[in-house]
C-alpha cells in the first residue's frame, strides 16, 4: 500500500510558476511509475505527466510539454511537479499517483487527495 499527499498548489498569476510535490508512505514507491494528473470543473481527469520507476524516462501532455518537469527522488519517496509559463487552462485540481503505467488513468493504483492549482489572467 502506497499513501500520497501532495502540496504546493496556489493561486499564481499567468506566467508564473509553481512546484507540486507528492510525499509517499510505504517502502515500494520506487517499485511504481509515478504520475500527475488533474481535473477541472465540469472536466473529466486528464494526464498530464509521467515517470518511469528510475525516473529516466518521462511523458508529457502535448498542452504542458515544455512547460512542466516531472521528476522523483525515490531515496526520499518524493515525487515533484515544476510548472512553468501557468496559464489560466491549466487552473485544476492535481493529483499524483502511482502505478503500473504512465498515460491511462486505468494505470494507476494509488492516488493522492489533489492539491488546487488556480491561475489568474
Known amino acids: 500500500q502506497v499513501q500520497l499527499v501532495e502540496s504546493g498548489g496556489g493561486l499564481v498569476q499567468a506566467g508564473g510558476s509553481l512546484r507540486l510535490s507528492c510525499a509517499a508512505s510505504?517502502?515500494?514507491?520506487?517499485?511504481?511509475?509515478m504520475g500527475w494528473f488533474r481535473q477541472a470543473p465540469g472536466k473529466e481527469r486528464e494526464f498530464v505527466a509521467a515517470?518511469?520507476?528510475?525516473?529516466?524516462?518521462?511523458y508529457y501532455a502535448d498542452s504542458v510539454k515544455g512547460r512542466f518537469s516531472i521528476s522523483r527522488d525515490n531515496a526520499n519517496n518524493m515525487g515533484y511537479l515544476q510548472m512553468n509559463s501557468l496559464k489560466p487552462e491549466d487552473t485544476a485540481v492535481y493529483y499524483c499517483?502511482?502505478?503500473?503505467?504512465?498515460?491511462?488513468?486505468?494505470?494507476?493504483?494509488?492516488w493522492g487527495q489533489g492539491t488546487q492549482v488556480a491561475v489568474s489572467s
Open positions: 510505504g517502502r515500494t514507491f520506487s517499485a511504481h511509475a
Open positions: 515517470t518511469s520507476r528510475s525516473g529516466r524516462n518521462t
Open positions: 499517483a502511482v502505478g503500473a503505467g504512465y498515460t491511462s488513468y486505468s494505470d494507476y493504483y494509488y
